[in-house]
């Protein structure tokens, strides 16, 4: 049987008299106690051959007798279960200032076919961080309609703070499906660093992002998307319409993060908008007569698919005290929106008689179909609101 042991059984402080001279001063490690013990018969169960009484050989090729295995074991149990490790840091022994790297730890604790799960693993991380999920559409997919929803959370524990997540707004026109917008937002942070970005994107292209705080003055962006849709009536009108859907967006806010020892943060407070307008044009066509003249026909549009804003906050706090841990959070994020006011209406001029007309009335008709007709709905309300604190 083989083991590797990288445990330091002393450590030595580090002071500084008064005039500034080096002195050393010798630190015992006081004795740590499992809340497991190990012992020859818990040790057979999963490996029958073992016995307290045999000599095995460690990795680096030292004999050691089946009692220092279980003695070590033990020891490495409870160097486990007080010490301060997570799987990315560094093992911080509770009564020592010794340290076993990630690698060495689970090299150590992998004794007797058992795997030892660091307490900190177990205890050191936010129970139930906050989140949350929305959604909402209104409207018909197959003529005209709008949908939002925003996905947002923190996380994090004794080790790191992070918050982040993503909203987004789209709309459907003649059952195409387009977003319009989407903002993606991510701060984390640990002891030794700080990750944190923020991007926008319209109709799909990204058009900004950030790692600090932007102009208190909203930043503006315009893209646009048509769609066309033929449309028949009476079985001899064809009517060619092209909605062209404009969207303005706007983004203002910060993304940040501050790394310490022993205590991270992160906070995201970012207000995305939009406005999507419709224009549009038509092409008409009267069954045996072709196409009506360009300047004979047209749209009169005053259509609005949805005009939004959303002001997003998320904060975490952790900061360690002693052995606990203050983990402190908040999130909010709120609606205010106006969906699917006016009318997109098309038009033609025509000399031909129509029905109840004489063949002989040649006068100009104008003919107006209406497209869309809204009455407009306007939405406001929090989407989410919550503040917690609980300590590791």
Request: aromatic content about 8%; proline content about 3%; glycine content about 10%.
């Amino acid at each position: 049987m083989r083991m590797g042991l990288a445990i330091a059984t002393a450590a030595t402080l580090v002071l500084t008299d008064a005039a500034g001279a080096i002195t050393k001063k010798p630190v015992g490690v006081a004795p740590l106690k499992p809340s497991t013990t190990f012992n020859e018969a818990k040790i057979r169960a999963k490996k029958p051959a073992f016995r307290a009484s045999g000599t095995y050989r460690t990795a680096s090729g030292n004999a050691v007798t089946g009692q220092q295995y279980i003695d070590t074991l033990n020891k490495l149990h409870a160097i486990a279960e007080q010490g301060d490790c997570l799987s990315t840091s560094p093992c911080h022994f509770a009564a020592a200032d010794a340290k076993l790297t990630a690698a060495q730890l689970k090299g150590v604790t992998k004794l007797a076919a058992t795997t030892i799960k660091p307490k900190a693993d177990r205890t050191k991380s936010a129970t139930s961080p906050l989140g949350f999920s929305w959604n909402g559409e209104w409207g018909n997919r197959n003529t005209g309609g709008v949908y939002v929803g925003a996905d947002f959370g923190n996380g994090g524990g004794a080790h790191s703070a992070s918050c982040g997540g993503k909203a987004w707004a789209g709309a459907y026109l003649f059952g195409h499906q387009k977003e319009v917008l989407r903002l993606e937002s991510q701060v984390s942070s640990t002891s030794s660093a700080v990750s944190k970005s923020a991007v926008l994107y319209v109709l799909g292209d990204q058009v900004w992002s950030k790692e600090s705080t932007t102009s208190s003055t909203p930043l503006t962006f315009e893209k646009s998307f048509s769609v066309t849709e033929s449309l028949t009536y009476w079985a001899i009108i064809t009517l060619n319409a092209t909605a062209k859907v404009t969207a303005t967006a706007s983004i203002t806010g910060s993304v940040s993060g501050e790394a310490k020892t022993n205590e991270m943060n992160c906070a995201i407070t970012l207000t995305p908008g939009v406005k999507a307008s419709v224009g549009g044009s038509v092409e008409v066509a009267v069954l045996g007569y072709g196409g009506v003249a360009a300047g004979a026909a047209g749209v009169e549009v005053n259509l609005t698919l949805a005009s939004l804003s959303m002001p997003i906050k998320a904060s975490v706090s952790s900061k360690k005290d002693g052995n606990a841990t203050a983990f402190s959070e908040s999130l909010s994020a709120s609606l205010s929106a106006n969906f699917l006011s006016g009318s997109f209406d098309a038009y033609f001029t025509t000399w031909l008689p129509l029905d109840g007309e004489s063949w002989t009335d040649w006068d100009d008709t104008k003919l107006t179909f209406t497209i869309f007709d809204w009455a407009g709905t306007t939405y406001g309300k929090p989407l989410y609101e919550k503040s917690a604190t609980q300590t590791l």
